[in-house]
């Protein structure tokens, strides 16, 4: 395959992480490369000494290229990309790439929600077992970068925008962890959005299921399924009095993890599963997560100032992770629950966390370009003009035994750089109220 490369015309689109490593790898095997940047400004890394044009692409410019690998942030059906398919041009993706190139077995985990902790998760499970795991793709590293580097199995994230240029990547095991309004902005509809992650599935020999939810079922034929959910199972995963089963014996206590909640209970069963198929044992595995460190920013305790938790969720970019997180941390409340959410709603229905706010929330607090849709959902809901302001309202509010949540349900674009500001600003803001 590489010696096919070396005598192709490429076209990487994008000079994000993505695209300088496809740039790398694809100079490295003799290929005539380009660079094709959206943006009429686009800063050119040092490292970037091919060709490169930025904004609208020239007349002619795809003549002669034979494959456009295209970066997860730009879409299919922006019109060059659409002008160089209908030119012949091939248009694919890293991951599309890596599935061709390389021999590694490999692990799929996508989902509107819980994807990177089940990834991160499963690498690390298997690492513990003595195994020789990356994890790659829209969480770690970019996959071509770990071409030819010795790894027993890789672990892939793979976001709905990765699938969509995916077509040959054949897997050991793949899961859809779940699917909710998300990235509407980009697919159009939710049936678009599902159909995208079902890719997922088309050469998949394993596939890990949340049992009872049909968007999590594989739409094509895999050989083999391990289901799982959280409530009682004497097949596959369940779980009971807070300790998760496996084939109806208790394996995992709650109580011995540091990742919390109802969803993630779903997490760690779908990376248990997965560990199953690389031949971890179960009691290996459930040792693997007992010593994981939850990622940054998913429903993690950042302080608790005179009884009161603050909790940041900001990678809640969604109302699917909001739920979850609210489902998850709501149901075994002592106190108050004071939910902070709001942001760039990215076209979604916010009305469908009206119920669980009416079920689990005893404050909402609202920020942003869409804050007022969700604080409009439910009675006595306070919009406020920016971050701080809400921790110190949430602050007067909070009692002893009391959590305050920040979940956005929404992206941060509109008020910050990414979701990792968004949490700082947070983080900086509960430091100056923790002498309340």
Known sequence: MNELLASQHVVVAGLGMTGQSVVRFLTETGASVKVWDTRPDARVPDNITVPVTAGEVPPGYWENVDTLVLSPGISPSHPSVKSAALSGVEVIGDIELFARLSRTPAFGITGSNGKTTVTLLLTHILNQAGLKACAAGNVGRPVLDTIGEGFDYMVLELSSFQLETTSSLNLLAATILNVSDDHLDRHGTLAAYANAKQRIFAHCQHAVIWQGHPETIPQSYVAETTLYQASESKTGFGFVNQAITW??????????????????????????????????????????????????????????????????????????????????????????????????????????????????????????????????????????????????????????GDMVLLSPACASIDMFDNYAHRARVFAEAVHGVSGK
């Open 247 to 400: 084939q109806g014996k208790a394996v995992l206590p709650m109580s011995e993890v540091k990742l919390a909640g109802t969803h993630n209970v779903l997490n760690i069963q779908a990376a248990l599963a997965m560990a199953l198929v690389a031949g971890v044992s179960i009691e290996t595995a459930c040792d693997g997560v007992k010593t994981f460190e939850p990622a940054p920013h998913r429903c993690v305790e950042i302080a608790n100032t005179q009884g009161v938790r603050w909790i940041d969720d900001s990678k809640a970019t969604n109302a699917g992770a909001t739920l979850a997180a609210l489902e998850g941390l709501g149901r075994d409340k002592t106190g108050k629950l004071i939910l902070i959410a709001g942001g760039d709603g990215k076209g979604a229905d916010l009305s469908v966390l009206r119920e669980p706010l009416l079920q689990y929330v005893d404050l909402v607090l609202t920020i942003g370009k869409d804050g007022r849709q969700i604080s409009d959902l439910i009675p006595g809901a306070h919009y406020l003009p920016d971050l701080p302001s809400a921790v110190q309202l949430a602050a007067q509010q909070a009692e002893p």
